[in-house]
């Protein structure tokens, strides 16, 4: 095998790992609760556009905003991804795989919201690695009752 598609096949066994990484990363940051200006660069471009259940937002402020909002409806919570089909093409790829989250809800009732679906992200590489620039996440099925919502619009950011 010669060097250039040695180096080839390299380059895409490290870029999927890292969007790998990246993706769990990602999940797990879910659980933790710590939403900020650093977790928001940590995983998403600054144009990122995200499609998510409870609206779709344009721009990493608006989509910290919103998932910290969103998040703060719930005690605690699980965030599990699996089946990650992950395409690369230069310096843009796609990341498609499903996802389990399971919710406790801060309401203090106890109540557990489940949703599954599938997130479908586009991912480009910056010069500090691989970042989200676009996700859509569509649920598939829920168990439970959803968390209430405070009423106003959704956020468009």
């Known amino acids: 095998m010669d060097t250039e598609v040695m180096q080839r096949r390299l380059q895409y ?3 999927r790992a890292e969007i790998g990484d990246l993706m769990d990363r990602y999940l797990r940051s879910l659980d933790e609760g710590r939403f900020d200006e650093a977790w ?6 600054e144009d990122v556009t995200a499609e998510l259940p409870i609206g779709t937002v344009h721009g990493r402020d608006a989509l910290l905003r919103h998932v910290g909002a969103a998040m703060a ?7 599990l991804g699996t089946n990650a089909v992950i ?8 990341a498609r795989g ?6 406790v809800l801060a309401d203090g009732s106890g109540e557990v919201f489940v949703s599954a679906g599938h997130a479908d992200n586009e991912l ?3 010069a500090e690695g691989w970042r989200i620039a676009r996700v859509s996440l569509r649920i598939a099925w829920t168990q439970g009752t959803p968390p209430e919502r405070p009423a106003g619009p959704a956020a468009e950011g």
């Open 87 to 94: 395409e690369t093409d230069g310096d843009r790829a796609t």
């Open 73 to 79: 409806l719930f005690e605690r919570t699980v965030h």
């Open 13 to 15: 066994l490290t870029d």
């Open 124 to 126: 480009v590489r910056t």
């Open 40 to 45: 928001a660069r940590a995983f998403h471009t």
């Open 98 to 103: 499903a996802q389990l989250s399971t919710h």
